[in-house]
């Protein structure tokens, strides 16, 4: 696998290897554009990589990881690094952001469906997430590990379809993800198909700790055909017995689908209250 370091790199180079003593008056948290020679895909992807401020600082220190989804958004991903950014001065941890630059997100979010009448509102090219989790672990990962000071800890954040595929990555892998920040998610694709995952799900014997932080509003047309399935969730895991499941759900008043990310804040501060938890 070749990697391409495009955006900010001198930057990053000069700060990460060369200086030996950071200025204590300047602020060094850096973001940078990175392009991955991918054989899962044949062709380049892109990563948009958040480095926090602590990371210069503490040269020692490894740092939990944050994906995100749907960062070929710009203002997304500086919308969530700026949220990371302010509660990491006296709130949660620092972590490091990688942002996934999505290319067609019915392709890419979406698992197979099921159910022919499916297609007729997802039209083909779609139902390749498996190729994105096979991306995330086989390259993704591996460059990380390779480049930067990271712990094993996995967080996601998907909002809509991307919440979609954050919760399939979580429930197919170990490793994706410890802590979900779900963000209005679909669970109405191909006929309820996540409900009958999550059915399915609650009775495995896991590995891991799983955390679900489920949020969605009301009004507009996606949030009511949304909220229907999500609360036929939220029943399965209340019903639930198994202790290495953790959720909460919050319900708000934003009326607007895409302005869902407005309630990220609440997951972060929900997750710092969990590790803060888990910690004692």
């Not at 919308?79 to 630059?101: D, F, K, R």
């Not at 919440?163 to 679909?186: G, Q």
């Not at 014997?205 to 009004?219: A, H, I, S």
Request: net charge negative.
């Amino acid at each position: 696998m070749k990697t391409l370091f495009l955006t900010g790199i001198f930057m990053f180079s000069f700060l990460a290897f060369t200086q030996e003593e950071p200025d204590p008056d300047a602020y060094y948290a850096v973001s940078e554009t990175i392009f991955i020679e991918s054989e899962v895909y044949k062709k380049q992807r892109e990563l948009q990589i958040f480095i926090p401020d602590e990371y210069f600082w503490e040269k020692n220190r490894h740092f939990k990881v944050l994906y995100l989804f749907d960062a070929q958004n710009t203002r997304i991903f500086n919308y969530i690094s700026g949220n990371i950014q302010l509660l990491s001065m006296n709130t949660i941890e620092p972590v490091i952001i990688v942002g996934i630059v999505t290319e067609d997100r019915w392709d890419e979010f979406l698992p197979p469906n099921n159910h022919v009448e499916t297609l007729k509102r997802y039209e083909p090219p779609m139902g390749h997430a498996d190729l994105l989790i096979q991306h995330i672990q086989e390259e993704v990962e591996p460059f990380l590990k390779k480049n930067y000071r990271v712990q094993d800890y996995r967080l996601g954040i998907g909002h809509s379809l991307g919440a979609t595929f954050v919760t399939y990555a979580s429930m197919k892998t170990d490793n994706l993800f410890d802590y979900n920040i779900l963000l209005s998610p679909n669970y109405n694709y191909d006929q309820k198909q996540f409900v009958d995952r999550y059915k399915e799900f609650v009775g495995n014997d896991l590995e891991k700790n799983k955390t679900f932080y489920f949020t969605n509003g009301c009004g507009d047309r996606y949030e009511n055909e949304f909220d229907g399935p999500l609360q036929e969730v939220i029943a399965i895991l209340e019903d639930s017995g198994n202790e290495k499941i953790k959720w909460e759900y919050k319900k708000t008043d934003i009326d607007n689908h895409g302005l869902i990310w407005l309630a990220v804040c609440n997951g972060l501060l929900h997750w710092n209250a969990y590790m803060t938890k888990e910690d004692k």
